[in-house]
């Protein structure tokens, strides 16, 4: 089974609009670690925003948003007035097992966001 | 603000040649990280590495991949007998132990095997 899914190969959204990236993952582990990674056609990976298993409220980082779902194991990425520049693709990672740091990521297949001026 | 570095941005090599691909992670982070992507696929982990060694490696990372922290500084992924099908953009990312542990990603090196 796959850890991470992304169910949205492709998306469009007009400029200014927020749209909603899906992320669900598998894990048996009640400590992990979720993240949501930016790669523009340039082809760097750019960190976004981290939401821990613990983590009470859900990660805000400038128009970054994660709605963390526990329990139906979702953690959407929410881009608020999107911008050009955001055009790119959006991975979805896990870290699994203890806050330590020295854990693997595990991918998900990502989207491509494009947006439309 | 500190960001990895990676060189080379590209490289070329022929089949069963031997490449070192080298990275250097943020000053006081303490663990290190391989990934791969091949192109159009998700990235892959390779290896993490921390106080000198391994710490853990995926099925991916087999006896033709070595890694290496020769320095105080660099950090780096060894190819023994490149195959065409190691052809991929080859991730370098960084972390500090402490409250976040979000892993930074250096740009790549592509690696284009003939």
């Known amino acids: 089974a796959q850890k991470i899914t992304q169910t949205q190969p492709g998306m469009f959204v007009q400029e200014k609009e927020a749209v909603t990236l899906d992320c669900t993952y598998d894990?048996?582990?009640?400590?992990?670690?979720l993240f949501w990674y930016k790669q523009p056609s340039s082809g760097e990976m750019i960190f976004l925003i981290y939401?821990?298993?613990?983590?009470?409220q859900n990660a805000t980082e400038g128009r970054y948003s994660l709605n963390f779902q526990k329990a139906r194991k979702s953690a959407n990425l929410v881009i608020s007035a999107s911008q050009l520049g955001d055009s790119a693709m959006y991975f979805c990672?896990?870290?699994?097992?203890?806050?330590?740091?020295?854990?693997?990521?595990?991918f998900g297949g990502g989207t491509r966001l494009m947006v439309k001026p | 603000e500190p960001e990895v570095t990676q060189t080379p941005s590209h490289q070329v090599t022929q089949m069963g040649q031997e490449v070192i691909l080298r990275c250097v992670p943020i000053s006081n982070h303490l663990y290190f990280y391989w990934y791969r992507q091949i192109l159009g696929q998700k990235v892959e982990f390779l290896v993490s590495f921390y106080n000198n060694e391994i710490s853990e490696k995926s099925e991916i990372f087999d006896d033709q991949f070595s890694v290496e922290r020769p320095d105080g500084s660099n950090f780096t992924l060894k190819i023994r007998s490149t195959k065409l099908e190691d052809s991929a953009m080859y991730f370098c990312a960084s972390s500090e132990e402490g409250q976040r542990d979000e892993q930074y990603f250096g740009p790549g090196t592509r690696l284009t095997v003939t």
């Open positions: 894990t048996s582990d009640q400590s992990y670690g």
């Open positions: 939401q821990g298993s613990y983590d009470e």
């Open positions: 990672a896990m870290r699994e097992g203890y806050r330590n740091a020295g854990n693997m990521l595990t």
